[in-house]
């Protein structure tokens, strides 16, 4: 099955700075590569999502690139501020339908 | 956000109890998921169903059954409560937007926290 490994587990910044959240994949035939924010005590949201015959997408502050060679994803988001605090989760889907999951990275956003 | 509601919201349960948690969509999605959530694991999958009384195993199914009867309901049983399944459950709903691109995304209930004592 798949596996998704998910780096770092935590991340500190300040407000304003960028943030990189890294995730590598197993399985060659996953073509779908959604990323999820999770805030405190609330459900995981779909944030940005990129499928495998596209190597970037961007949405305002948030952008995720795909490299399928190397099987990993990655969302960057700029500029950050206080309330992009949350837990990350990337996850991969083969087709199946039904998406593997990273173990998630919290993120925290100085003032 | 889509029409998924879970059921109860929080329960205590003591150790050997049977437990029922319940998943209720109205937005006729064909697959439904149940994850469970622990820090540091991330949300790993217990069961999932692609529709009416198909049902699979993820991939930490041990203890927990689960059943669908219904498009709309996904059940999910754990027959013996141990403290080890202490969690917050999440449900979750997804219909391929696209079946030639295989790909899907996947909604969230408001998750149930479950306490074992």
């Known amino acids: 099955g798949e596996n998704v490994e998910q780096h770092p587990s935590t991340l500190s910044v300040q407000e304003g700075d960028s943030a990189v959240i890294k995730c590598t994949y197993s399985?060659?035939?996953?073509?779908?590569f959604p990323w999820y924010k999770q805030e405190l005590g609330k459900r995981p949201q779909l944030i940005i999502d990129?499928?495998?015959?596209?190597g970037e997408k961007k949405d305002q502050r948030i952008a995720v690139t795909l490299n399928k060679t190397a099987k990993h994803f990655s969302l960057h988001i700029t500029e950050t501020q206080p309330e992009d605090s949350a837990v990350y989760f990337c996850a991969a889907s083969d087709g199946s339908y039904i998406p593997t999951f990273g173990r998630g990275t919290s993120l925290i956003v100085h003032p | 956000d889509a029409g998924i509601t879970q059921s109860p919201r929080h329960k205590v349960t003591e150790t050997g109890t049977p437990v029922t948690l319940r998943c209720h969509q109205t937005?006729?999605?064909?697959?439904m998921y149940w994850y469970r959530q622990d820090p540091g694991h991330g949300l790993r999958l217990i069961h999932y169903s692609y529709g009416v009384k198909d049902t699979d195993k993820g991939e930490v199914s041990d203890g927990y059954s689960v059943s669908r009867s219904k498009t709309e309901d996904f059940l999910l049983t754990l027959e013996s409560a141990t403290s080890s399944q202490t969690s917050v459950y999440f449900c979750a709903i997804s219909e391929s937007l696209d079946r030639d691109r295989g790909d899907t995304e996947a909604f969230f209930g408001q998750g149930t926290r479950l306490t074992v004592v």
């Open positions: 399985d060659s035939a996953s073509n779908y």
């Open positions: 937005e006729n999605h064909r697959y």
């Open positions: 990129i499928r495998s015959n596209v």
